[in-house]
Structures are given as C-alpha cells and as structure tokens.
C-alpha cells in the first residue's frame, strides 16, 4: 500500500491561521452544545421541582410559606433559563458575520488560467479588500484572469497596475479584489450548509 504524501505550500503564518479558525470552530461548537445541554437540563430541572412542589403541596399539604419558597426557587431557574439563553444567542452571534475564506479562495482557484501562478495572497482583517500574486505565462493569460475575476459575484473591482503588462512572457502580476462582504458572507453560509 503506497503511502501517501501531502504537500502543504502554505506560508507558516496562514497555516496558524488556519488551525487557529479550526480552533475556534471546534470551541464554538462545543460551547453551543454545552449551553444547549446546559439549557435542556435547567428546563427538565425545573419540570421536576414544578412537578415535586405540586405533589408535595398536594400529598402533605405543605403551608404557604413553602409554597412560597416553591414559586420563588422557580421564578428563579427561569432566571437562569433566561441568562443561559442569552449566553447561547452570544455565542451563536459570533459566528453570523465570520467570512469563511476557505469557500471564497475555493472558488478564485478555479479559475486561474493554466500555468498561472499564485505566490502570495493577502487579505485584510476588514475583510474588504484581498490582494495576490504571482507570475502568468502571458499577458493574454492576465487580461483573460482578471475578466474572470470580476466575473466572480463576490467581486466588485480588480485593481491591476499597468506594471503587470510590461513583460511579455512569464510577466508577475498583483491584482487587488475588492470584494462585497455580504456575497463573501452568503458564500461562507452556503458553504456551512453543504458540510455535514
């Protein structure tokens, strides 16, 4: 059985950044799922006390005061209730406005015209404006890449200097995207609805 062997070109950097979104992926999966047990559990706990208040106040004919004391231990786990809820709709906020870049990268590759290199890509933490570079076979290969640039939905401009067309063959290029975040974002939803 052949072993096999996978190549990562990715700067270190970028590969941190990359665990790094895994990681925080992975936590906020798992602070939902706590908070969602969390809150299932103050539900099925104050079932309980609701149900062993009645059947206490019926079966021993508890007095007023514990009756009180009963309403007020429930008035206070729907307190709580409340406060987990509130913890689980933070939690939920934090990953509504988060551009999965991986699905937008996805599909820039997949229009690179042959024998076009990519060296570097560059995004800022705006999430606004991405730039990268790299070396074309030809000019014809650079005007037909940024045609398809903007052809991308996510893409509002290509800014290209005039520098990238002054070599003839194998020329570097830069192109910056600026990009529309919303598309970016209905990409990245898109995305997450595809993955189990």
Excluded at 132 to 145: D, K, N, Q, Y
């Amino acid at each position: 059985m052949k072993k096999v062997r996978h190549l990562n070109l990715l700067p270190q950097d970028r590969r941190k950044d990359l665990r790094r979104e895994v990681l925080i992926s992975a936590a906020n999966r798992f602070l939902r799922s706590v908070l969602l047990g969390l809150g299932i559990m103050t539900v099925a706990a104050v079932g309980a006390i609701i149900v062993t208040g009645t059947l206490s106040v019926t079966a021993s004919g508890l007095a007023d005061s514990e009756l009180i004391n009963q309403v007020k231990l429930y008035n206070d786990l729907g307190a709580e209730i409340n406060e987990q809820n509130e913890r689980l709709e933070l939690v939920n906020s934090l990953d509504k406005d988060r551009v999965l870049w991986s699905e937008a990268l996805t599909s820039l590759l997949g229009i690179v015209p042959p024998d076009t290199t990519i060296e570097t890509i560059r995004g800022q933490t705006d999430q606004t404006k991405l730039l990268f570079e790299g070396v074309a076979p030809t000019r014809t290969s650079l005007v037909i890449f940024r045609e398809r640039l903007l052809a991308l939905p996510w893409v509002v401009e290509v800014e290209a200097p005039g520098s990238n067309l002054l070599s003839r063959d194998n020329p570097r290029y830069i192109f910056t995207l600026f990009v529309n975040k919303e598309e970016l974002l209905k990409l990245s939803r898109n995305g997450k609805e595809d993955k189990p």
